[in-house]
């Protein structure tokens, strides 16, 4: 059975941090990219960040280029977002994305609420 189960949203203040995980199980992860979009009420999904299976390579949406930080862990099976700097535009659901050669799966998604 795969699952992608994120943790680590919360509620922050402007300027704070948070460390998103996904943890992952039921598919070969080290085959897998990774990826984070997010959604905020009355938007559409949309793409955060991505990192390549073996993790060399990321790619970043340009408002997070330089505050957010994509990495996995091939040993956890894990994949986490680094958010720095956060705005309230930042609040979102953040869910976690996995996608291979035939398949694609979806976490349920963590919120993350910035504000004063």
């Known amino acids: 059975q795969v699952q992608l189960v994120e943790s680590g949203g919360g509620l922050v203040q402007p300027g704070g941090s948070l460390r998103l995980s996904c943890a992952a199980s039921g598919f070969i992860f080290s085959s897998a990219a990774m990826s984070w979009y997010r959604q905020a009420p009355g938007n559409e999904r949309e793409w955060v960040a991505t990192?390549?299976?073996?993790?060399?390579?990321?790619n970043y949406a340009d408002s997070m280029k330089g505050r957010f930080t994509i990495s996995r862990d091939h040993a956890k099976n894990t994949v986490y977002l680094q958010m720095n700097s956060l705005k309230p535009e930042d609040t979102a659901i953040y869910y976690c994305n996995a996608r291979g050669g035939l398949y694609e799966y979806w976490g349920q998604g963590t919120q993350v609420t910035v504000s004063s």
């Open positions: 990192i390549s299976s073996t993790g060399g390579r990321t």
